[in-house]
């Protein structure tokens, strides 16, 4: 028994047959165009248009035929289309581009191992600043004032050194101070002085306490280049054992250290106590 199905099936395949097998005849549907547009030219016919240039007489027949043949295309496609569903188009993100390598900084040079052994890790100061290294020409102008002098070295929970750091040279040396602490301190001002023997110029400073609780100032007063650490109100510095160093260009040789140096001023227990000193000279000089 024949289904309605089965006769759709049968003209639809019919349909695609004809379809294949038709091959549609263009050079006659252009005469015809031409024979139509030749009649609106015979005598006695009143143009309404300006006359077309026959080029574009048969630009505009081969557009029509081009349509008619499109139509006809679209009109069987339409009939014998099957049920496949059209292919989807999936759009596909682009690759995105790797990102440029990061660009390495090279690590700024350790200052000397001689860190307090009671602290992190020492960081380079700079006046009223955090970059690393001061400028050597521009001391700071907000410097704080000189500490008494004085040749005690202990007061109270205070201990306190001054050295040249072995590693100085013939064209740079560090002057280090060192002090302990057996109770917290409350306010502390630590303050070095190089004195000017011949070229001597800031090349850094850095201390083995946090950057943060302190502010540095450097300046030129009195032939001396003068390093000063002050802590900030409201911090503390926890007992130990700790150390400001100061760093420097000279003219080149022998540097003599024995008109440099220090003093360290420090309130405990609501009490403040002062030591200070200068820098054993290495051989007679600081070696640098």
Known sequence: MTTQR???????????????AHQPDRARMLARIERGMAGQERPGH?????????WARI????????????AGGYAVASVVGDDTPAPQTVAVSPTPAPSPPATSRPPAPSPSATAGAGGGTPERDRPGSTPSRPAASAPSAAAAG?????????????WSDGSVDPHSNDFWAQSNVTFKTSTELTALTVQLRVAQTGGVSSAGAWRSLP???????????????????????????PRGEWVFAGQYDHARGGRDAREDDYAVRA???GERYDVGGDFAPRGGTDGG
């Open 267 to 269: 309130t405990a227990d």
């Open 6 to 20: 089965d006769v759709h099936d049968e003209l639809r395949a019919r349909l695609r047959e004809a379809a294949g």
């Open 59 to 70: 630009a505009g027949a081969t557009a029509a035929v081009a349509g008619l043949l499109a």
């Open 46 to 54: 009143r143009a309404t248009r300006p006359p077309v240039r026959g």
């Open 211 to 237: 950057e943060g609780d302190f502010t540095f100032t450097l300046a030129e007063r009195d032939g001396f280049l003068v390093y000063t650490w002050v802590l900030k109100e409201s911090r503390t510095v």
């Open 146 to 158: 000189p500490l008494p002098a004085t040749d005690d070295t202990e007061a109270g929970p205070l």
